[in-house]
């Protein structure tokens, strides 16, 4: 699936699109460039899930925690742009969060590519020459 997001006048609509296109999954992984709008999207779909916590990219935590009053559930936020070692990961319990069955958006999964679930779904947000972005899933 493809979804163009314009402008940022437009997330909101490409991030409820997102969300009626996940499926059953729970694990995304989010691939993209530095800049691309990795944070921005992952933001607009939790706003759009009603999240009312201040969703920002957790760089220095590894992971944040909101709480969806759509799903009635936690989300999980990872940014792995710091991580130096996997054992970095292992330490913080990655399989706690993985495999309960609630969202999971990673950034910058690549460097942990080996620890993610075969069923995560692939995410890939791209900068388009005219400055839209093209997520593709």
């Known amino acids: 699936m493809e979804i163009k997001i314009k402008s940022l006048d437009c997330i909101k609509e ?9 499926g059953k999954g729970n694990v995304f992984a989010f691939y993209g460039k530095m800049g691309a709008g990795k944070t ?6 939790c706003e759009c899930l009603d999240v ?16 969806s ?3 009635q559930d936690s989300i999980y936020h990872f940014d ?3 991580i130096k070692k996997l054992e970095e990961v292992y330490d913080m ?3 706690d969060y993985f495999y309960s069955h609630r969202l999971c958006f990673l950034e910058w999964p690549e460097l942990v590519e080996e620890l993610l679930p075969k ?7 791209a900068e388009q020459e005219d400055g839209s972005r093209l997520v593709t899933f």
């Open 80 to 82: 792995f742009y710091r």
């Open 119 to 125: 069923d995560a779904v692939k995410v890939t947000i």
């Open 40 to 45: 921005t999207f992952i933001k607009a779909i």
């Open 69 to 71: 009053n759509k799903l």
């Open 14 to 22: 490409a991030a409820q699109q997102f969300i009626d296109n996940m």
């Open 52 to 67: 009312e916590d201040v969703i920002t990219s957790p760089t220095f935590a590894i992971v944040n925690e909101y709480y």
């Open 93 to 95: 319990g990655y399989e």
